[in-house]
């Protein structure tokens, strides 16, 4: 089996809107990209999912940040991974399942760094589960879209520093993970509400929301002004263009932007480079 085609497959099923970025990168920046992508997304799916009580979210997600920061050889960590998955396997999609292989896929240079972020980002999905995601202020929803955005965009500067010495803001960064968080949370707001889960601040309205959205938006257009040409400015300049759209469609009243329209700005993006 090549692990790399089948993150591909796997990352071209979840998401196209990181799929397209990350099938172009170098092959050593795309295993470690995927590999990162992929691991957050299998607990992302853990922290969001829609039948599995908030005590079960915690009590997974906590264990599978202690599998990763025990990984000690390729063999042990398959071994404790389908050991703690085996008692989910039913209610898990496949991206979680297979949360070994991605956590496996990177160049082992890299691989911990990728483990370290991963860790770190299910203890805090543990924390918000287990709280019942109580968001009462801009504080919170700041530490929150840390949590799960900000936190990634300073995992994606180490791989560029890693795979070329591409040195970026890491402030800025951040910027980068919580605008990208934040549109997300006012496109899924009707969806998270449905589950019980509201990520607004007490009193905050969509305006309020999207002007916290422009406003790490505006700070993720800074970063990327700063990159040079190269695989990191490619990555970065396509989820950030459709945040903006996504964003754009939604002060309209709209709930998202069509495939088509999706495609349409990739392809406009891409023709640029």
């Not at 050889?73 to 070994?100: G, M, N, Y």
């Not at 956590?103 to 589960?129: F, K, N, Q, S």
């Amino acid at each position: 089996m090549n692990t790399c085609r089948e993150a591909l497959k796997i990352l071209e099923e979840t998401s196209r809107t990181f799929y397209i970025p990350i099938s172009r990168l170098p092959d050593d920046l795309q295993k470690a990209v995927a590999s990162a992508y992929l691991c957050m997304r299998a607990i992302d799916e853990i922290e969001d999912h829609p039948s599995m009580d908030n005590l079960s979210k915690y009590q997974l997600l906590k264990e599978i940040s202690l599998t990763l920061q025990s990984i000690a050889s390729r063999e042990t960590a398959i071994e404790q991974f389908s050991r703690l998955i085996k008692t989910h396997v039913q209610l898990l999609p496949e991206v979680t399942i297979r949360i070994d292989e991605w956590a496996l896929l990177a160049p082992e240079t890299v691989g911990p760094r990728i483990w370290d972020a991963t860790a770190a980002m299910a203890d805090r999905m543990a924390h918000w589960a287990i709280t019942g995601w109580e968001i009462d202020t801009q504080t919170d929803l700041d530490c929150y879209t840390f949590s799960v955005a900000g936190a990634v965009g300073l995992l994606l500067s180490d791989l560029w520093a890693w795979y070329d010495g591409t040195a970026t803001n890491r402030s800025q960064a951040i910027g980068f993970g919580r605008g990208l968080q934040a549109v997300n949370i006012l496109r899924n707001n009707r969806e998270d509400v449905e589950r019980g889960v509201d990520l607004f601040p007490n009193g905050w309205t969509k305006e309020n929301m999207q002007m916290y959205a422009r406003r790490n938006l505006s700070i993720a257009d800074d970063y990327t002004k700063s990159l040079p040409k190269g695989p990191a400015l490619n990555f970065c300049i396509i989820p950030l263009t459709l945040a903006h759209a996504t964003l754009d469609v939604l002060s309209l009243g709209k709930p998202k932007l069509s495939r088509s329209e999706v495609m349409k700005l990739i392809e406009q993006v891409m023709s640029r480079k």
